[in-house]
Structures are given as C-alpha cells and as structure tokens.
Nanobody, 116 residues
C-alpha cells in the first residue's frame, strides 16, 4: 500500500525557516517523480516543486525559487522541502505527491502558517 506522511509544519514569523518531511512507503523511493503541492485557504492547489526520478533535476515554482529547496534521501525513503525566508503568502497546507504510473498519490498534508 502506498503511503505518504508529511511532517514538519508549524507556525513561524516572516523570514523564518521550516523543513518539511514526507516519509513514504509501499514503493521504491527515488524511481518516481515526487512533488510538493500547497493549498491555501479558499484557493486551489498550487504546485511548488518537483524532484525528478533519480534525483538529478529539481524544478521550482517562480513564487518559491531561491527560497525553497527540495531534496530526497533514498536510504530513509523521505522527501524534504527546506523553506527559508518564509512569507505570509506561503501559508498553506503542504502536501507531498508521488507520480506512479498513471496515478498520483498524496499525503494528508502539514499546515504551515507564516504570521507576525
């Protein structure tokens, strides 16, 4: 059974940092594309970043480029999102997603709140 469990969210002040984690099971980490997606209250999902299978290519939305870093640890079956210089507009529930064949699997999400 494919499972993705996000953690690491919380409340921070503008300019602060958080590192999100996504522990996966039920499939071989590293051989599928993995992404982070966020959803702010009252808005639709927004794609944030993608780690291509093999880990060699990282892609970012313009809104987070230069502030967020996506990475993966094959030994720990975990995807990460390091978020620096956080802004109030980064407030959202953050989900990790795995693209396996024709299916996309997603975790339950972790809340990130950026506020002074």
């Amino acid at each position: 059974e494919v499972q993705l469990v996000e953690s690491g969210g919380g409340s921070v002040q503008p300019g602060g940092s958080l590192r999100l984690s996504c522990a996966v099971s039920g499939f071989t980490f590293g051989i599928y594309d993995m992404s982070w997606v966020r959803q702010a209250p009252g808005e639709g999902p927004e794609w944030v970043s993608r780690l291509r299978r093999g880990g060699g290519t990282r892609i970012y939305a313009d809104s987070v480029k230069g502030r967020f870093t996506i990475s993966g640890d094959n030994a720990k079956n975990t995807l990460y999102l390091q978020m620096n210089s956080l802004k109030p507009e980064d407030t959202a529930v953050y989900f990790c997603a795995a693209e396996i064949g024709d299916s996309v699997y997603r975790g339950q999400g972790t809340q990130v709140t950026v506020s002074s």
